[in-house]
């Protein structure tokens, strides 16, 4: 497990302060969406082996989501966003 | 005169017995301290920063990109609050019950928090006036350096009494000595 995190807010952390909250990559459906398309969200998540994109909550920092690049083999953390500037940089594309 | 029944603090219970003589590393627990917590509006962060830093009486503590704490030991929360509510796109709230702020002292402090924090504290990494929000002794704490040797603590009120007993416990070997302060 990475264990040192750099936060862009708080700089560098150790992974004791933050929580994991699940892949950054699957994109959320609209609310209207049908039921199997909620349930592939929710339920059906590939389990990738190497290079990974999560969600992490700062708990006992600034409290931001931030959204970890890392390899879930290595364990090398290759960059950290915050997750609201990493939804507009994926808005943009 | 009722008042001290009233305003009781958490920490009245770890800290009975006779009071000691202060021994150069202390503890200090500030009785009646004024926090606030202070947040910006999107996008205008930079402003509310400067208004805060440039506020008399009032010692900013960094929480967050968008968010502080406000702490006066000074000055009452009416005045801070008049002062506070002048910032505009800030949203303020008072936290002084909700918070303990305590103030550790002497030449060991940075051994004993070294026990407590996985932060650097070093004076060239973590220097005078610097705060940041981190874990100590497993609580989400704000930790200011006041000083070359002094740290102010400010942890949640229900989780004060765990963290005072962890720092009193890191503290032993430095004879760490501690007491209430106004």
Redesign the interface.
């Known amino acids: 497990m990475a264990s040192l995190i750099t936060c862009p807010?708080?700089?560098?952390?150790?992974k004791?302060?933050f929580s994991i909250r699940g892949a950054a990559a699957p994109k959320r459906p609209s609310p209207t969406a049908k039921d199997e398309a909620w349930h592939r969200y929710v339920y059906v998540r590939d389990n990738p082996k190497g290079r990974y994109e999560e969600y992490w909550h700062h708990?006992?920092?600034?409290?931001?989501f931030l959204v970890v690049e890392r390899d879930n083999l290595t364990h090398e953390v290759f960059g950290v966003t915050?997750a609201a500037e990493f939804k507009r940089g994926g808005a943009a594309e | 005169m009722s008042i001290h029944l009233l305003h009781r603090h958490v920490l009245e219970d770890h800290i009975s017995g006779f009071e000691t003589d202060p021994n150069p590393n202390h503890l200090s627990v500030i009785r009646r301290p004024v926090i606030f917590s202070v947040l910006a509006r999107a996008g205008h962060e930079a402003e509310v920063a400067e208004a805060l830093w440039n506020a008399e009486d009032v010692a900013p503590r960094l929480?967050?990109?968008y968010?502080w704490l406000a702490v006066s030991r000074t000055v009452g929360a009416e005045t801070v609050e008049a002062m506070l509510s002048e910032i505009a796109n800030a949203s303020v709230i008072d936290q002084s019950d909700g918070r303990v702020l305590m103030e550790i002292s002497g030449p060991g402090v940075r051994k004993i928090l070294a026990g407590c924090v996985?932060?650097?504290l070093h004076p060239e990494v973590f220097e005078e006036g610097r705060s940041?929000?981190?874990?100590c002794c497993h609580?989400?704490a704000n930790i200011a350096r006041t000083g070359k040797d002094t740290f102010e603590i400010i942890v949640p009120r229900s989780l004060a009494g765990s963290v005072f007993e962890a720092l009193m416990e890191m503290g032993r070997e430095h004879a760490l000595t501690r007491g209430f302060a106004d």
């Open positions: 807010h708080c700089g560098t952390r150790p004791e302060e708990e006992a920092g600034c409290r931001r915050d | 929480c967050g990109p968010e996985a932060v650097d940041a929000t981190m874990l609580a989400a």
